[in-house]
């Protein structure tokens, strides 16, 4: 995978994570200016998967590391910014289905 391919898929993850920070601040305030940052970040991080499967064409590596990516993401914000709770069961959960999206491509 060249660089400018990596590239396109960190950048396609930061605008995720400004999609699901604002998505989960939209559902706390109501406010509709967040749901349109949020909006704008999922919209971004959709066309930079063009680029990168332009680039690589492989779609299921690609969508692996994507959809891995996603959950970590999400993990991440959900733990370190908005400190939500995971219990081992959640965690155990958690694994299978990173497992499960590697066996599956």
């Given at each position: 995978?060249?660089?400018?391919?990596?590239?396109?898929?960190?950048?396609?993850?930061?605008?995720?994570?400004?999609?699901?920070?604002?998505?989960?601040?939209?559902?706390?305030?109501?406010?509709?200016?967040?749901?349109?940052?949020?909006?704008?970040g999922y919209s971004i991080n959709g066309l930079l998967f063009y680029p990168a499967m332009?680039?690589?064409?492989?779609?299921?590596?690609?969508?692996?590391?994507?959809?891995?990516?996603?959950?970590?993401?999400?993990?991440?914000?959900?733990?370190?910014?908005?400190?939500?709770?995971?219990?081992?069961?959640?965690?155990?959960?958690?694994?299978?289905?990173?497992?499960?999206?590697?066996?599956?491509?």
């Amino acid at each position: 995978m060249t660089p400018s391919v990596w590239l396109f898929i960190i950048l396609a993850m930061c605008f995720y994570g400004i999609g699901e920070y604002y998505s989960k601040i939209f559902a706390n305030t109501k406010q509709y200016f967040f749901m349109m940052v949020s909006f704008i970040g999922y919209s971004i991080n959709g066309l930079l998967f063009y680029p990168a499967m332009l680039k690589f064409n492989s779609l299921s590596i690609l969508g692996t590391i994507w959809n891995v990516g996603y959950v970590f993401i999400t993990l991440i914000l959900g733990l370190v910014i908005f400190h939500e709770p995971v219990t081992l069961k959640q965690v155990i959960g958690i694994l299978f289905a990173v497992l499960g999206v590697i066996l599956l491509s």
